[in-house]
């Protein structure tokens, strides 16, 4: 089957140029249309989804930025190249704060125009998934979603509803997978912006080096690498909502920088003096104890102030297990739905055992057990056979340890370090949630809402040795 072509408009009132541009693109294989006026090029919008439009910014009768935001509208998905015979870091900024991917300044060689098609069908690409994504986005995060009956639970739901029509600032805590993202979502949906984006950044996951970027963009140039101007994630979510996670891992001077975007609303990108005002609710949320992190002076007073002004506790799995039938059978549900095959429900017997387990992973673990479980049964009720080994295993332990330790009123309680103290049951939830994913890396340390890199040094210290799956059980 021969492979679709890439479909790009170029518009230029220069015929020469719109011409040899056609022709560039053409020989690397696109299907490339020339135009030469607006009104053409909205002709042929009118009639075609192109994947990309390349297009001066100096037209007659109309601005490229006003032809921008007339394709955004006609075609969202449809990812757009400006073109300009001068550069200013201003214009730039408009351009990609319309919706433009590139800025390119004439005259542009053969490897620029080669880079820039990638990144567009890559953000074509992206956009084409953020129409299905927020329509996902409307049913996903919608409350009726966020299962509990727990009375912590329908306090948090509470919330949502009393916080939803304000831009307030929301922090969440909770341990990892508990479903804070699920939250900030259902806040964003619930709320005025839900037509606008809801964008999301974890900053534990990304390097120190470049979460400045990440957030606020940059200007091409502004270090080794930035090849092209890029829209950071407080540019991408004005008007919506930006959910940032791990707030707890940015360093002092990012949070320094944080601080002073929520007071003010502006912000600089990275190597630019062009200061940038957006409209964005941001929600917040931390895995570790933000107080206790202001007494060592790991994390910025004034910044915890500033972010504590509506606070959510969204409480483990363990700590509401009344909701855990509830939640493995809307987890099974969903699975009937992506598998196409109707699953009737839980034996009493892999019930109990999915009760008794104690989730390190949380909701996410539950998650992930059960859809393990649906595409190894074969049947359409899942037995105590379909569950990992490490919950049919008595050893499992019921309970985990207390989260202040031992007691030391405890004749048998030995002194020790509180890193000795946490070692082992650290070295547990570790290999309880390799097990419960098959000892894939990569997806335990999803799970355990730590990056690869640290889950490989934790296990190298607590002696699990990545080649020997014998220590799950």
């Known amino acids: ?131 299905t994504l927020r329509s996902q986005i409307a049913t996903t995060h919608n409350l009726d979603n966020i299962v509990g009956s727990d009375p912590r639970m329908r306090s948090i739901f509470e919330t ?12 969440m805590t909770g ?60 540019l991408a979510a004005d008007g919506g909502t930006l959910f940032i996670d791990e707030i707890n891992s940015a360093s002092p001077a990012m949070q320094l920088k944080l601080l002073r975007v929520l007071q003010e609303r502006k912000f600089e990108p990275v190597g630019s003096n062009e200061t940038i005002e957006v409209d964005v609710r941001v929600v917040l949320a931390t895995n570790q104890p933000l107080e206790a992190l202001v007494e060592s002076g790991a994390f910025r007073q004034d910044l915890y102030y500033r ?26 549900d969903q699975q009937s739905e992506e598998l196409a095959r109707h699953f009737v429900g839980f034996t009493d017997e892999a019930m109990n055992l999915l009760r008794r387990y104690q989730y390190p992973g949380n909701v996410r673990e539950l998650s992930n057990i059960v859809e393990r479980a649906a595409v190894l049964s074969k049947g359409l009720t899942i037995t105590a056979d379909d569950l990992p080994p490490h919950l049919l295993d008595p050893s499992t332990p019921e309970t985990l340890p207390h989260p202040h330790g031992a007691d030391p009123t405890d004749d048998s309680w030995t002194p020790m370090t509180l890193t000795e103290a946490l070692r082992n049951p650290e070295r547990q939830i570790i290999l309880a949630a390799l097990a419960a994913n098959d000892w894939n890396r990569t997806a335990t340390a999803e799970v355990l809402d730590i990056n690869r890199t640290t889950l490989y040094k934790k296990m190298k210290s607590l002696g699990i040795d990545p080649d020997d799956q014998a220590q799950a059980g």
């Open 1 to 131: 089957m021969a492979k679709t072509k890439t479909s790009i408009l170029i518009i230029d009132d220069d015929k020469i140029v719109a011409d040899s541009l056609a022709a560039f693109f053409e020989a690397e294989g696109c299907d490339a249309v020339a135009v030469y006026t607006p009104t053409e090029a909205l002709s042929q919008l009118s009639n075609k989804d192109y994947q990309v439009v390349l297009t001066d910014l100096n037209l007659p009768t109309m601005t490229g930025i006003e032809l921008l935001r007339q394709i955004k509208q006609l075609h969202p998905s449809t990812a757009v190249i400006m073109l300009t015979g001068y550069a200013a870091v201003e214009t730039a900024v408009e351009a990609l704060r319309t919706g433009a991917v590139d800025f390119l300044t004439k005259p542009v060689v053969d490897d620029e125009l080669r880079l820039a098609l990638t990144r567009a069908l890559r953000q074509h690409e992206i956009l084409k998934e953020n129409t």
């Open 160 to 171: 949502i509803n009393a916080v939803a029509a304000s831009r307030t600032t929301v922090l």
């Open 175 to 234: 341990e990892s997978g508990v479903g804070k993202s699920l939250i900030a979502g259902a806040i964003h949906q619930a709320s005025p912006r839900a037509d606008a984006p809801y964008v999301e950044l974890a900053c534990g996951s990304i390097p120190e080096t470049l979460l400045e970027s990440e957030l606020f963009g940059h200007v091409k140039g502004s270090f080794t690498g930035a090849h092209a101007d890029k829209q950071g994630k407080f």
């Open 307 to 332: 972010i504590n002004v509506v606070k959510i506790e969204v409480p483990p799995l363990r700590d509401r297990t009344a909701d855990l039938p509830s939640l493995a059978t809307h987890f099974l």
